[in-house]
């Protein structure tokens, strides 16, 4: 019910009523309530990892709140945008409150930075799938704030964290989160979507700005024959590189079976039985200790970790494929020209929190704080601008 009553009032405070100082609140309402008194868990993030599981494994009951928790904020985002990151989620709403003097991020580097979350996204559910472990939970960077505990070593990432997103807005968000890869993919498609200016847009630039985040698109303006025609060359050149870039990620993935096969708790234990008989290393662990002692065959577990690494094989072969996959459309959507008239959210980055709102002349207006007339001083200063430039 909590769930549900935040991303209802997170979209209606950004869409119908546009209201920051509202989402603020809620944003506080949401750590407060999510992170701190529900300490981080159900998690929305984390509940990919459970689904993973659950359609790998047919012996794994999946709650039904974990599907709430995982379904519901992607609904919303598929009809609404990014509502969900704007004010409820919990590791969102730090990062937003500690956003305080954010700095343009180059945009080269904002394009590469942003392939991580859909790397992390694979590997989070292969490992799921296949007994892996749970990583996005075991390397979540705030949980151990919400809990007052934890690894030490995630505390100190967290606060790291939490220093560098004092200048670069939301890093967690941008360059991190597998949710907010699969965000990004139903947002840009959503049905409806924050828009900047309730009416016209003036294009004073002051909107884009303003955005921590980056997630705002100026005006297009009319390309030549010839720059069209270099264009079209690049995508076709994109387009066609698309396969190899899957089948280079295929190979690479391949080779990664055992990496990822020792994430999984009974293939390190063979290989720990196995270092120990070879006289490989001197030292047993406890899991060791309590295998011997448990009078299980070892040849009984080296096949199973046998088996284990083959099916490593195939989950890495499939993520080097996905990753291949993302980088490939990556640099097709790089090619892709799309035409604006006015400033407009990225769809797929913004995550609607709704601080452009206020600095929109438009917007202004609407609320009374500046006149028609100063709205028309506006419009013909930001017109000047654009000649001049």
């Known amino acids: 019910a909590a769930l549900v009553a935040a991303l209802t009032l997170a979209t209606w405070f950004a869409l119908a009523l546009r209201w920051r100082r509202g989402l603020f609140v809620l944003t506080i309402a949401s750590l407060l309530w999510f992170g701190f008194w ?9 509940a990919i990892q459970n689904v993973s599981q659950a359609l790998a494994d047919q012996s794994y009951v999946l709650p039904w709140t974990v599907v709430v928790f995982f379904a519901l904020p992607l609904f919303f985002t598929l009809f609404f945008g990014r509502t969900f990151c704007a004010a409820v989620c919990p590791l969102g709403a730090v990062q937003e409150l500690a956003t ?6 180059p945009r080269s580097l904002e394009h590469a930075l942003g392939l991580i979350p859909f790397v992390y996204l694979g590997l989070a559910v292969v490992l799921a799938a296949l007994g892996g472990g749970y990583v996005i939970c075991e390397y979540d960077p705030y949980v151990g704030f919400f809990r007052r505990s934890g690894n030490a070593n995630m505390i100190v990432f967290g606060l790291c964290l939490l220093v560098v997103g004092v200048f ?8 991190l989160c597998p949710l907010g890869a699969l965000f990004r993919l139903c947002s840009r498609v959503s049905r409806w979507h924050v828009r900047i200016p309730p ?9 884009e ?11 297009t303006v009319e390309q030549g024959a010839a720059q069209r025609r270099r264009a079209k060359r690049r995508l076709v050149v994109a387009l066609v590189a698309l396969p190899a870039w899957i089948a280079l990620g295929l190979w690479a993935g391949g080779r990664l079976h055992v ?10 234990l063979a290989e720990q039985l196995r270092w120990e008989e070879t006289g490989q290393t001197r030292t047993t662990t406890e899991a060791s200790e309590a295998f011997r ?8 577990l080296y096949a199973h970790a046998e088996r284990l690494r083959r099916r490593f094989g195939i989950g890495g072969r499939l993520l080097g494929a996905w990753v291949g996959l993302v980088v490939g459309l990556k640099l097709v ?17 913004c995550v609607s929190c709704g601080r452009c709102f206020w600095y929109c002349p438009g917007e202004q207006v609407r609320l009374g704080l500046i006149t028609v007339e100063q709205f028309d001083a506006h419009r013909s200063k930001a017109a000047s601008a654009a000649e001049g430039g």
């Open 293 to 300: 002692n448990s009078g299980r065959s070892p040849q009984a």
């Open 168 to 175: 670069v807005g939301r890093p967690y968000c941008r360059f």
């Open 333 to 349: 959507g790089l090619c892709i020209r799309r035409r604006r008239d006015e400033y407009q959210p990225d769809r797929a980055a």
């Open 209 to 219: 700005e303003v955005c921590p985040y980056d997630a705002i698109r100026a005006p």
């Open 38 to 46: 529900r300490r981080g868990c159900v998690c929305s993030i984390g």
């Open 100 to 105: 305080l003097r954010p700095v343009k991020v």
């Open 199 to 207: 009416e016209e847009c003036i294009r004073c630039r002051l909107c």
């Open 259 to 268: 990496p990822l096969a020792r994430m999984h708790p009974d293939f390190r």
